[in-house]
């Protein structure tokens, strides 16, 4: 399991002292713990909602919950080096790019534009779509069809483009 591969990691990081690993590792680590959380809280929640009594027991994530909370780590980090960037703060963003490289460890490959571009022609095409004002038709299936495969943003950026052509 992801989790597991996170624990096993943060040892050797911790054995071989690197510091900067370390701490990537405990922060998703903490945001995996914030998911475990949620869910439980949510499965009390459901449970109190339907008169039934809470079950205490333990929670474990799948590998697919554990990738989307590494993404939306990823995603905060891509956001905070933007704005460090614009802030003139270089060294600040340097360091989340580094953080976003050790998270890009335990996520699947991620696709770039020129590999997603047949792929999202392909699905406009076979949605029928003739212009910008399907965009909102189309982007629900290309996020549905790559979520996890590539960021949503990319997704829509590729999708507007193929959508102006037409």
Not at 24 to 46: G, H, P, S, T
Not at 107 to 112: H, N
Not at 130 to 154: I, N, Y
Request: glycine share 8%; no cysteine; aromatic share 2%.
């Amino acid at each position: 399991m992801l989790k597991q591969r996170l624990q096993d990691d943060l040892k050797v990081a911790l054995r071989a002292g690197q510091r900067q690993r370390v701490d990537v590792i405990r922060m998703a680590l903490a945001a995996v713990q914030q998911a475990v959380q949620a869910e439980r809280k949510a499965r009390y929640d459901a449970a109190v909602a339907s008169g039934g009594t809470p079950d205490g027991g333990d929670v474990e994530l799948s590998d697919a919950t554990v990738q989307d909370v590494l993404t939306r780590e990823v995603k905060r980090r891509r956001e905070s080096a933007e704005l460090f960037r614009a802030g003139g703060r270089d060294d600040l963003a340097t360091q989340e790019e580094a953080e976003i490289v050790v998270l890009e460890e335990y996520l699947p490959r991620q696709l770039t534009a020129d590999e997603l571009r047949p792929l999202v022609a392909a699905i406009i095409d076979e949605l029928g779509a003739t212009g910008p004002s399907d965009t909102g038709r189309v982007m629900p299936r290309l996020m549905q069809r790559f979520k996890g495969q590539a960021e949503g943003r990319l997704i829509n950026q590729v999708a507007r483009e193929l959508l102006n052509r037409q």
